[in-house]
């Protein structure tokens, strides 16, 4: 049952990490293993997500319910596919003049335990592999639209 925590100082603002997250249809173009998406369901503050995620000859498909906060967080509460559960959670707070103070969460369990063992081998590099490919994002589509820059 991996879970993570991190929390990081970003010279982008709230509203625009919260808009980078809250962008689930533009994932597989960013996101490591992320290959494919489509959004459901979709009401005001909340949709349901399919992720595609592959890595070589492996293909799976998650069902997430998103749920927003405009500007302050992103809550993603699992609906089907290869887990027992999924969560995951993203806040966002001003941080002085220099961007925002981003706090993410992911805490999951795959059904079968050949999965969960050798997601929990390479569970913490890959969430840092997806926690940095947000903030490269942030810096293609913001730029030197960065405080503080």
Do not use: C
């Not at 980078?20 to 490591?32: G, K, N, T």
């Not at 390479?122 to 913001?142: L, N, P």
């Amino acid at each position: 049952m991996p879970k993570f925590s991190d929390e990081m100082i970003l010279p982008f603002s709230p509203q625009q990490m919260y808009a980078l997250v809250a962008d689930v249809a533009s994932y597989d173009q960013f996101l490591p293993w992320v290959v494919g998406t489509r959004l459901f369901n979709k009401k005001e503050n909340q949709f349901d997500a399919d992720l595609i995620v592959g890595f070589k000859m492996f293909k799976e498909r998650f069902t997430s319910r998103v749920n927003l906060t405009p500007n302050e967080k992103v809550y993603v509460d699992y609906i089907k596919g290869p887990m027992k559960y999924l969560y995951n959670d993203w806040r966002f707070e001003p941080h002085g003049e220099s961007g925002s103070k981003v706090y993410f969460t992911v805490d999951f369990e795959f059904k079968s335990m050949i999965f969960q063992k050798v997601a929990g081998l390479f569970f913490e590099e890959a969430t840092q592999k997806m926690m940095q490919a947000f903030i490269d994002r942030a810096k293609v589509v913001y730029g030197s639209q960065a405080l503080g820059q």
